[in-house]
């Protein structure tokens, strides 16, 4: 592992980032693993640093991330990029911390359109949607 994240392999940057960010809660140390991941473009990273991103109430970075898997173009990428995010933190304790709480709370007072329904999504209502999930790991 380590002679990967020496030589810049995205995918042990990626999977370090979630050992430490949700195992260790190195949250810190995680999040520059998922960085250095997401801004290699690693999809499943950055759809999850977006997502943390959001979480965290950094929103214009989140935001930015998620964009860049062309969501408004096909959603299909993302939800791709979820699953496998998923499947990654299986069998690992995701706490909920409070910021996530808090900026899931704050988005939603914003959101007027397909509130109750995490399937329909459009371009108000995406990010909340993808909050949602990570937030309940839906």
Known sequence: MENC???GNLQAHYVRGI???FHHQNINGGLLHLQIAAEGSYENAVYLYGVIML???????????????????????????WRRVK???HGI??????????????????IACHRDNIHERCDTCYYYKQLTKFVYMM
Request: glycine share 6%; net charge positive; aromatic share 8%.
């Open 19 to 21: 050992q430490q960010y």
């Open 5 to 7: 994240l020496a030589s």
């Open 55 to 81: 979480a965290k109430g950094e929103t214009a970075i989140g935001q930015a991330m998620l964009d860049t898997l062309g969501w408004r173009q096909s959603k299909n990428r993302a939800d791709r990029c």
């Open 87 to 89: 499947r990654s933190l």
């Open 93 to 110: 304790r995701v706490t909920r911390l409070e910021s996530y709480m808090t900026a899931y709370r704050n988005t939603r007072e914003t």
